[in-house]
Structure formats: C-alpha cells, structure tokens
C-alpha cells in the first residue's frame, strides 16, 4: 500500500487498553456516529462491509486504516458469491447465516422472556 494514499478510518479511534486492564482486554474502540457513518457509507465495498486495519504509527499511537486490498486470480471470482447472500433486500441469506451444521432457530425469543 506504499504507492496508495492512506486513507484513515473518519469517526472511529483505537486506543490501547487502559493501564492495569485485565491480559484479555486488547484494546478500545471509540465511535463518533455521525463521522463514522459517513465513513461507512462512503468506503462499503460491492459486500456491504468496510474493512479496516488497526496500525501503530512511528510514534507508538495505534490508529486504524481502511483496506483496500482485493483478492485477484480464482480468490477473486469466488468473492460476489459472499456478497450476493447480502444483497437485496437487506434479508440476508439464511445459508450464510446458518451454516449446515447450524440449526435455524424455530422463533424469535421476546426479550421479556429472556432469563437474564
């Protein structure tokens, strides 16, 4: 990506975990919802998805970068199939929500009926 213009992620900010965080907290994620959604509206890919990297700067500041890496050859044709189970309606697929050794469940549980 050396010979690209970097484009850095609007709205949305990494930070390392906080001193004395517990060993599996990894780090934090701050959103501004606004600059983010226009972020995420103006860089979704033919998928719907906006794919980012999170980095560590020269300094030592974490920072996170849209990808813009694409697939090319045989990886590449296989990539609208994905995205076709996305598209339309904004239903999703149930094969690529539920794989085959996922069964879909036989209803929706209020969240009043939830035990916690």
């Known amino acids: 990506m050396s010979d690209q213009t970097k484009t850095f992620a609007e709205g949305m900010y990494y930070d390392d975990p906080r001193d004395g965080a517990p060993d599996w907290v990894l780090g934090k994620v701050n ?7 226009a972020f995420l509206q103006a860089h979704a890919n033919e998928g719907g998805y906006v794919n980012l990297d999170v980095k560590r700067a020269k300094n030592g500041k ?3 970068e849209l990808d813009t ?5 045989e990886a590449r ?3 609208p199939a994905k995205a076709d189970a996305w598209a339309g309606t904004g239903t999703p697929d149930k094969t690529a929500v539920f794989p085959d050794n996922t069964p879909e469940p036989d ?9 916690f």
Do not use: F
Request: proline residues 15%.
């Open 107 to 115: 209803k929706i549980v209020p969240n009043d009926d939830l035990p």
């Open 62 to 64: 974490p920072y996170m």
């Open 77 to 79: 044709q296989a990539e």
């Open 31 to 37: 959103i501004q919802v606004v600059k983010a959604i």
């Open 69 to 73: 890496w694409k697939p090319s050859g």
